[in-house]
T-cell receptor, first 110, second 114 residues
Framework: SQQGEEDPQALSIQEGENATMNCSYK?????LQWYRQNSGRGLVHLIL?????REKHSGRLRVTLDTSKKSSSLLITASRAADTASYFCTHHSGTYKYIFGTGTRLKVLA | NAGVTQTPKFQVLKTGQSMTLQCAQDMNHEYMSWYRQDPGMGLRLIHYSVGAGITDQGEVPNGYNVSRSTTEDFPLRLLSAAPSQTSVYFCASWAGGRATYGYTFGSGTRLTVV
């Protein structure tokens, strides 16, 4: 399967805490992407990390990639109520057929 | 504003009716995809295209047709609507290649089949 699997399925934290969610995959990848989806809206791209990269940052977001373990993690630091959303990973392994997992539902409590 | 435009935003169909969901992008992206999302679920890939004239099936292609006659447009046709096709449909486009960013998604079409 080319599907990325996010873990945990749901996460609830207090505002100001860090949130970490993980993504595992089974095939070799060209790149891996993380997206956010607010309720009822389309997905918004967060970070794209290539297979030869190990870490990328964007504001309060940090993505790591471990190709030996076929896993990636998304860290959101100093979370805010506005970070409440579902987070998805997806990857491409040569066919440009991006398949999404079921996501991690993050709830940040004020 | 540059982006992916989907029309209509809402649609109610009767079982057996056919219709076309429109998707257009003005970013000259080569890659376009259609996804459906059922309540509380992730996205499932219906069809995708890697360029004008080239389309391929995704995870759940049955009951849907696509065509890509231009780079800008990627319409999704429901051949004979069924209640199981009630869902939110998202179209997305991507520059591909060495792009450092991922897909741009449209705002979705909420389809109800009764």
């Amino acid at each position: 399967s080319q599907q990325g699997e996010e873990d945990p399925q749901a996460l609830s934290i207090q505002e100001g805490e860090n949130a970490t969610m993980n993504c595992s995959y089974k095939t070799s990848i060209n790149n891996l992407q993380w997206y956010r989806q607010n309720s009822g809206r389309g997905l918004v791209h967060l970070i794209l990390i290539r297979s030869n990269e190990r870490e990328k940052h964007s504001g309060r977001l940090r993505v790591t990639l471990d190709t030996s373990k076929k896993s990636s993690s998304l860290l959101i630091t100093a979370s805010r109520a506005a970070d409440t959303a579902s987070y998805f990973c997806t990857h491409h392994s040569g066919t440009y057929k991006y398949i999404f997992g079921t996501g991690t539902r993050l709830k940040v409590l004020a | 504003n540059a982006g992916v435009t989907q029309t209509p935003k809402f649609q109610v169909l009767k079982t057996g009716q056919s219709m076309t969901l429109q998707c257009a992008q003005d970013m000259n992206h080569e890659y376009m995809s259609w996804y459906r999302q059922d309540p509380g679920m992730g996205l499932r890939l219906i069809h995708y295209s890697v360029g004008a004239g080239i389309t391929d099936q995704g995870e759940v292609p049955n009951g849907y047709n696509v065509s890509r006659s231009t780079t800008e447009d990627f319409p999704l046709r429901l051949l004979s609507a069924a209640p199981s096709q009630t869902s939110v449909y998202f179209c997305a486009s991507w520059a591909g290649g060495r792009a450092t960013y991922g897909y741009t998604f449209g705002s979705g079409t909420r389809l109800t089949v009764v």
